[in-house]
């Protein structure tokens, strides 16, 4: 499990949701997993502070939180980036270079699938076919869709976000 | 009671139904190995993760092996602990576990005591296939002040982790990420320092391996006994004398007083003293602020915080510093016996010796890992120079004779130097639970009722169950007194108190089960719980054996009130032996 880098200060309305989210569970202790599903519904992923909230609304330690949070691989303790980005690696466009494509992504931004930036700029992750395949291999960033692309070109894409 | 009958290597028992085949074994006597499983009897604790597989069994009609830690008997059942496909299971599930372990026995803290070690012995593993190309998890080590994590030699038993949430409910240690990467640890794997860990060492205590362990401070003991520009004193903590002959072979409560102090010379301590001493000098402190307290509370003053607190345990003030943040007024402000010990071996004792105190090194023998952080902690120095300097556990002790050649069991008996070293009855009993207050209600009583005790042995307050209370008549004042040991029991008990549904007056708390006698630092029990019980008993066989029993009759408690502190909680008192808390809740979170 890697750990987000990025400190986060919970704002007032962010922590009265967590233990909104906890009371409808009656702050059971034994609802943890359910209460971790749905604050990451909300607030898009689990960072330590948000574990510290849950813990002390369950009255737990914070380290069985982590514990849960860490088992279980739908949980995730990295925000995504504000572009994330996701490759299809998908049978079409995996026979069609998206493993290289993807490389240079993780060359470039020097972080693995799963991670992102330090700055928070961007996200990595793989999908599987987005029914574009002739457009194969495929990239999502955001929603805007980039098709053929090769290794040469991630330089270029990459670019467009430059100043965003 | 229902029962099922059953037979276990052709041997026929008969249990209670819901028996593990692990116990029904031990009943017929066949101890089947095991890594994990850990039950602390007299204490009611059981670790039961089924993880190890080390105790699978084969039963009769049934396809796979079974845990026998975690498979309940059944009527007519047929189990074979040693069949040919059990030991084979057996060997390869350890080889998988050892392939994943560092290899430095040489060097291992634990070497000799691992239980790990013993069962590769026990196995006849000689070779672990594949090792040389088998990919090892590896993690940072973390280095607290009392406690070494090396978690790279962790086996996830989860010991640690039932006696740190379960037993305790410090809620330190947890097991996080899954697969190979699987370890227990602080959450978001801070270090130990950035938990709420209280240090009371009790994951140390019953870890198997090397993986938990204390920080060893026999080096630094050693020079400073060879710097000729230092003169350095010892003193020795009261449950260490029951429990160091077990690191020499000796039965469990066996009291080795005499040869420890004989020990401790040969060594080339200048001073051999006891913490039994200072035992003596917090009663007087704590047992006249409870009397303060009392009378005042008596006489109608509403700002008296009861009941009272006790203070001696440093794993109990960090529980409380962390957990109970908001009662930070409630305990005693006396120190420990090791730090009061420290503060007038440095005042005190250094002006008779007329030294200054930087030239003057305190070690003490604890039973405690705990008291390695106590002695460090900043309020305990004066410009830099702490009070105790090194304090190091019963087992680094036991190391030092060892390393030092001493042939401990043919040592004769010595008595402790003098003035540091005359101690009561009182004072020893100190090392179990429910003594500190025996010890305080022996001296409270005479002082409050200006008569002698009718009886000396208060044998309401002694015993094993985690929470006690007994109410003691002071001349028809009857004084309410809690008693908890487990930093569980004690959270149990001081949120009744938080909650005002309790009445007491005065309250004992010791983070270890049993008191100091089960302390961290102590002999490895292995999870035999009658081995606390026996050094409980020797305990209060001291303390009967003493020709003085209440600290308050300590000739050279007596003379150290006349010649230099005044008496019982003066402003020289106040300034060397109290102390305040620190709210510490802050520091748990990551931030």
């Known amino acids: 499990m890697h750990m987000s880098h990025i400190k986060l200060e919970l704002k007032p309305e962010q922590v009265s949701k967590i233990k909104q989210i906890c009371q409808s569970f009656n702050n059971d202790s034994g609802e943890l997993i359910n209460v971790l599903h749905k604050t990451q519904e909300t607030f898009g992923y689990l960072p330590a502070e948000v574990q510290e909230v849950v813990a002390a609304e369950l009255n737990i330690p914070v380290a069985k939180v982590y514990g849960v949070v860490t088992f279980y691989s739908f949980f995730t303790m990295i925000p995504r980036g504000k572009h994330p980005i996701s490759i299809c690696t998908g049978t079409a466009c995996y026979v069609r270079g998206a493993e290289k494509v993807l490389d240079e992504f993780k060359r470039i931004l020097n972080v693995k699938v799963g991670e992102t930036t330090p700055d928070g700029k961007f996200s990595l992750n793989c999908l599987r076919c987005v029914g574009a395949c002739g457009l194969a291999p495929v990239v999502l960033i955001g929603e805007k869709v980039y098709g053929r692309v090769s290794p040469d070109g991630v330089k270029d894409i990459l670019k467009e976000y430059e100043e965003k | ?591």
């Open chain 2, 1 to 591: 009671m229902e029962t099922v009958k059953l037979t276990i290597d052709n041997k026929q028992v008969e249990v209670p139904k819901g028996t593990t085949i692990y116990k029904a074994a031990k009943k017929l006597g066949i101890d089947i190995p095991t890594l994990c499983y850990m039950e602390l009897h007299d204490l009611g604790v059981e670790n039961k993760p089924a993880g190890c597989r080390i105790c699978v069994v084969e039963v009769e009609g049934r396809k796979n092996l079974a845990p026998s830690c975690a498979t309940e008997c059944a009527e007519g059942m047929v189990v074979k602990t040693h069949t040919t496909r059990v030991i084979n299971a057996r060997r390869t599930v350890l080889e998988l576990i050892l392939s994943d372990h560092p290899k430095d026995c040489l060097t291992c803290p634990k070497s000799g005591r691992c239980e790990l070690q013993d069962m590769a012995i026990k196995l006849g593993i000689r070779e672990i296939p594949g090792h040389e190309y088998a990919e090892m998890s590896t993690y940072k080590k973390d280095l607290s002040p009392s406690i070494i994590r090396d978690v790279d030699k962790c086996i996830m038993c989860r010991r640690c982790e039932t006696m740190c949430n379960e037993v305790q409910t410090v809620g330190a240690l947890s097991a996080v990420n899954r697969g190979f990467m699987a370890v227990v640890a602080p959450a978001f794997e801070q270090d130990l320092e950035k938990s709420p860990c209280t240090y009371c060492g009790q994951c140390v205590a019953v870890c198997p391996t090397g993986a938990l362990t204390e920080i060893d401070h026999t080096s630094k003991v050693i020079r400073a006994i060879a710097d000729p520009t230092k003169t350095v004193l010892v003193q020795t903590a009261p449950a260490v004398r029951a429990a160091l002959g077990e690191e020499f072979g000796m039965k469990p409560g066996t009291l080795v007083t005499g040869k420890m102090v004989s020990a401790l010379r040969q060594i080339g301590f200048d001073y051999v003293f006891d913490t039994d001493f200072a035992a003596d000098l917090t009663i007087m402190e704590e047992g006249t602020e409870l009397l303060d307290r009392l009378t005042r509370f008596l006489n109608g003053d509403k700002s008296v915080k009861l009941p009272i607190l006790t203070s001696c345990c440093p794993a109990w003030v960090n529980f409380f510093e962390h957990n109970f943040t908001d009662m930070l007024d409630v305990p005693s402000s006396a120190k420990s016996p090791q730090q009061m010990f420290g503060a007038i071996a440095k005042s005190y004792f250094a002006e008779k010796l007329g030294k200054k105190r930087d030239e003057l090194v305190v070690v003490s023998v604890m039973p405690c890992l705990a008291k390695k952080y106590e002695c460090q902690r900043d309020e305990f120095k004066h410009d830099g120079n702490p009070d105790v300097d090194f304090s190091i556990s019963t087992r680094e002790l036991a190391h030092l004779i060892k390393e030092f050649n001493i042939n401990f069991e043919e040592l004769s008996d010595e008595d402790f130097d003098q003035p540091l070293g005359e101690s009561t009855g009182a004072g020893v009993i100190f090392g179990a639970t429910g003594g500190v207050i025996e010890a305080a209600v022996r001296t409270a009583y005479e002082l409050y009722t200006g008569k002698p005790l009718p009886k000396i042995d208060f044998t309401e307050l002694r015993g094993m169950e985690g929470i006690r209370s007994a109410t003691i008549d002071f001349n028809g004042l009857p004084i309410n007194i809690g008693i908890a040991h487990g930093l569980g029991n004690a959270r149990k008990l001081l949120e009744d108190v938080r909650l005002g549904k309790a009445t007491y007056h005065a309250i004992e708390v010791m983070a270890c089960p049993g008191g100091c006698i089960g302390g961290g630092g102590q002999p490895l029990h292995h999870g035999n719980s009658s081995i606390i019980k026996a050094r409980m008993e020797a305990i209060y066989r001291e303390d009967a054996g003493k020709p003085i029993r209440k600290s308050h009759e300590n000739p050279y408690i007596v003379k150290l009130y006349e010649e230099f502190l005044g008496k019982p909680m003066s402003e020289k008192a106040h300034h060397l032996l109290h102390t305040h808390y620190f709210n510490k809740k802050k520091d748990v979170y990551i931030k």
